[in-house]
């Protein structure tokens, strides 16, 4: 059965995700400021919420792709994406002040696009198996 990125339930599906919404979350804040008070969702411009979601980011990727690298590809260009992805968001949180800058979400898209390269190898070395038996 081949599976496609959203067909089925994988952690890179998640880890995606997550990662996107990260750099979205990041990017809409500066408009996000001055409207989720109006709302009553103040509770997403907490600090919290945002060490939650790196928390959840860095769960999941750490476990996606050491599964893809040790199970599968044996290829270490998505997890060095995934590292590049937390160490900008880091820089960003320490030097850019977090949501100020453009910083944040170049890092979360980094780590979006470390599931996306991960899911590919991962495919790639079941489609060699496949056609090798």
Same mark, same amino acid.
């Given at each position: 059965?081949?599976?496609?990125?959203f067909?089925?339930?994988?952690?890179?599906?998640?880890g995606?995700?997550?990662?996107?919404? =990260?750099?979205?979350? =990041?990017a809409?804040?500066?408009l996000?400021?001055?409207?989720?008070?109006?709302?009553?969702a103040?509770?997403?411009?907490?600090?919290?919420?945002?060490?939650?979601?790196?928390?959840?980011?860095v769960?999941?990727?750490?476990?996606?792709?050491?599964?893809?690298?040790?199970?599968?590809?044996?290829?270490?260009?998505?997890?060095a994406?995934?590292?590049?992805?937390?160490a900008?968001?880091?820089?960003g949180?320490?030097?850019?002040?977090?949501h100020?800058?453009?910083v944040?979400?170049?890092?979360?898209?980094?780590?979006?696009?470390?599931?996306?390269?991960?899911?590919?190898l991962?495919?790639r070395?079941?489609? =060699? =198996?496949?056609?090798?038996?």
């Open positions: 059965m081949k599976h496609t990125l067909g089925t339930f994988n952690l890179d599906a998640v995606f995700s997550a990662s996107m919404l =990260c750099a979205i979350h =990041c809409a804040m500066p996000l400021l001055t409207v989720l008070p109006l709302a009553g103040e509770f997403l411009i907490h600090e919290g919420v945002e060490f939650f979601m790196i928390g959840v980011g769960v999941v990727g750490a476990w996606s792709l050491s599964h893809g690298y040790l199970h599968h590809h044996k290829n270490l260009s998505a997890v994406l995934m590292l590049l992805g937390f900008v968001i880091t820089v949180h320490l030097f850019a002040e977090g100020d800058s453009i944040t979400p170049v890092g979360a898209s980094f780590v979006a696009l470390s599931h996306i390269v991960n899911w590919r991962m495919q070395t079941k489609d =060699c =198996c496949a056609k090798d038996a």
